[in-house]
C-alpha cells in the first residue's frame, strides 16, 4: 500500500509532477495492500495458462495446410478430447500446487525487497532486470534440468512432463508435483538477487509462462518475433528434446541455447539439423537437375 493518500502528497514527496504511468499506477494501487498486489500473479498465470495455448489448439484441431506445414512433428496429433485432459491436469496442478504456493510465499518476496511504491522503473531498469532474470533462471534451469534426467530423478518425477513427446502449449506446466517446486527455484533466484518493482516482477512471471508455452508449441512458425533474440532456443530447439525423450541428454535449457553450447549437450540436435539440411539440398538439386532434363527434352521436340 503507498504511503501516500493523495496525487498531490504523491508530487510533493518525490519533488515533482507524477508520469502518466505513475498516476496510472496511484490510482491502481493506492488502497490495495502489497499482498493483494502480489496476489496478482495468481490471476496472470491462470489467464495466461488458460488462453494463450487456445490459437495451437484450433490449429491442432483444424489442420489448417498453410499453417500445418509448421508443425515440427506432423505425424504426431492430438484430440481435442486429449488437450482438453491436458488442460485439466494443469489446472488441478495450478489449484493445488501453484495457486497455493504463489499465496504462501509472499513473505520471501516482501524479504527480498521487491517495493510496490513510487517512482516506477524506468524502461531501461526493467528491460535489463528481465534480461538477468532470463539469463538466472536459464542457467539454474538447465542444470536442474540435466539433473531431473538421471534416473532416479527422470524415472520419479520428470518423466510425467515428457509423456508428451510431440509437446502442445497446454502441456507447459505439465509437470509432477515435485517438478513443479523444484523448478520454481530458479524463476525465484533472479528477483532475489536483483530485486526490483512489482510490476516488474508481474512482468518477469508473465514472460516466462509465454515463454514457456512458446517452447511448447510444436509449431516452429517463421514470423515469430522471438527468432531476433540473440540465442534464443525456441520451440525447434526444445521439441527435440521431447522427441528424443527418455534418454535424451540434449537440449536441456530453458530459454537460451549457449549453455547447451558450453557444456556439449547438443550435438545430436545439431547432427540432426545438419542431416536435415544436406537432405534438403539434395531433393532440391534433385528437383532442380529434373526440370532441367526435362526443359532440355522439351526443347528437342
Same mark, same amino acid.
Given at each position: 500500500?503507498?504511503?501516500?493518500?493523495?496525487? !498531490?502528497?504523491?508530487?510533493?514527496?518525490?519533488?515533482? #509532477?507524477?508520469?502518466? @504511468?505513475?498516476?496510472?499506477?496511484? #490510482?491502481?494501487?493506492?488502497?490495495?495492500?502489497?499482498?493483494?498486489?502480489?496476489?496478482?500473479?495468481?490471476?496472470?498465470?491462470?489467464?495466461?495458462?488458460?488462453? %494463450?495455448?487456445?490459437?495451437?489448439?484450433?490449429?491442432?484441431?483444424?489442420?489448417?495446410?498453410?499453417?500445418?506445414?509448421?508443425?515440427?512433428?506432423?505425424?504426431?496429433?492430438?484430440?481435442? *478430447?486429449?488437450?482438453?485432459?491436458?488442460?485439466?491436469?494443469?489446472?488441478?496442478?495450478?489449484?493445488?500446487?501453484?495457486?497455493?504456493?504463489?499465496?504462501?510465499?509472499?513473505?520471501?518476496?516482501?524479504?527480498?525487497?521487491? !517495493?510496490?511504491?513510487?517512482?516506477?522503473?524506468?524502461?531501461?531498469?526493467?528491460?535489463?532486470?528481465?534480461?538477468?532474470?532470463?539469463?538466472?533462471?536459464?542457467?539454474? #534451469?538447465?542444470?536442474?534440468?540435466?539433473?531431473?534426467?538421471?534416473?532416479?530423478?527422470?524415472?520419479?518425477? =520428470?518423466? $510425467?512432463?515428457?509423456?508428451?513427446? %510431440?509437446?502442445?502449449?497446454? @502441456?507447459?506446466?505439465?509437470?509432477?508435483?515435485?517438478?513443479?517446486?523444484?523448478?520454481?527455484?530458479?524463476?525465484?533466484?533472479?528477483? @532475489?538477487?536483483?530485486?526490483? =518493482?512489482?510490476?516488474?516482477?508481474?512482468?518477469?512471471?508473465?514472460?516466462?509462462?509465454?515463454?514457456?508455452?512458446?517452447?511448447?508449441?510444436?509449431?516452429?512458425?517463421?514470423? #515469430?518475433?522471438?527468432?531476433?533474440?540473440?540465442?534464443?532456443?525456441?520451440? *525447434?530447439?526444445? *521439441?527435440? =528434446?521431447?522427441?528424443?525423450?527418455?534418454?535424451?541428454?540434449?537440449?536441456? %535449457?530453458?530459454?537460451?541455447?549457449?549453455?547447451?553450447?558450453?557444456?556439449?549437450?547438443?550435438?545430436?540436435? !545439431?547432427?540432426?539439423?545438419?542431416?536435415?539440411?544436406?537432405?534438403?539440398?539434395?531433393?532440391?538439386?534433385? $528437383?532442380?537437375?529434373?526440370?532441367?532434363?526435362?526443359?532440355?527434352?522439351?526443347?528437342? *521436340?
Amino acid at each position: 500500500m503507498l504511503p501516500y493518500h493523495t496525487i !498531490r502528497e504523491a508530487r510533493l514527496a518525490l519533488g515533482r #509532477n507524477l508520469t502518466f @504511468a505513475e498516476t496510472l499506477w496511484f #490510482n491502481y494501487s493506492a488502497n490495495k495492500s502489497d499482498y493483494l498486489l502480489y496476489c496478482h500473479n495468481i490471476i496472470f498465470l491462470f489467464v495466461i495458462f488458460s488462453l %494463450a495455448p487456445l490459437p495451437l489448439v484450433f490449429l491442432e484441431v483444424k489442420r489448417l495446410l498453410c499453417f500445418d506445414k509448421y508443425k515440427i512433428q506432423p505425424k504426431v496429433r492430438l484430440s481435442l *478430447d486429449e488437450m482438453l485432459k491436458c488442460y485439466k491436469d494443469v489446472m488441478r496442478m495450478f489449484f493445488l500446487v501453484v495457486g497455493p504456493l504463489q499465496l504462501v510465499s509472499y513473505p520471501s518476496v516482501k524479504m527480498i525487497g521487491i !517495493r510496490t511504491g513510487l517512482p516506477l522503473p524506468s524502461g531501461w531498469e526493467i528491460l535489463s532486470q528481465l534480461t538477468v532474470y532470463f539469463m538466472i533462471e536459464d542457467y539454474t #534451469n538447465y542444470w536442474i534440468h540435466r539433473l531431473l534426467h538421471c534416473e532416479w530423478g527422470y524415472e520419479n518425477i =520428470h518423466r $510425467v512432463h515428457h509423456e508428451y513427446t %510431440a509437446p502442445i502449449g497446454f @502441456a507447459a506446466p505439465y509437470a509432477h508435483w515435485a517438478e513443479v517446486l523444484i523448478l520454481g527455484i530458479p524463476s525465484f533466484l533472479g528477483p @532475489a538477487m536483483v530485486p526490483g =518493482h512489482m510490476i516488474t516482477l508481474w512482468l518477469w512471471i508473465a514472460l516466462r509462462q509465454m515463454e514457456a508455452l512458446d517452447t511448447h508449441s510444436g509449431y516452429d512458425f517463421p514470423w #515469430n518475433p522471438t527468432k531476433y533474440i540473440p540465442f534464443y532456443g525456441g520451440s *525447434d530447439h526444445h *521439441d527435440y =528434446h521431447h522427441y528424443v525423450g527418455r534418454q535424451s541428454q540434449s537440449n536441456f %535449457a530453458s530459454v537460451f541455447t549457449y549453455c547447451d553450447y558450453i557444456y556439449g549437450t547438443d550435438k545430436g540436435y !545439431r547432427y540432426q539439423k545438419k542431416i536435415l539440411r544436406k537432405l534438403k539440398e539434395e531433393l532440391t538439386n534433385g $528437383v532442380k537437375q529434373n526440370g532441367g532434363s526435362y526443359s532440355q527434352d522439351h526443347k528437342s *521436340d
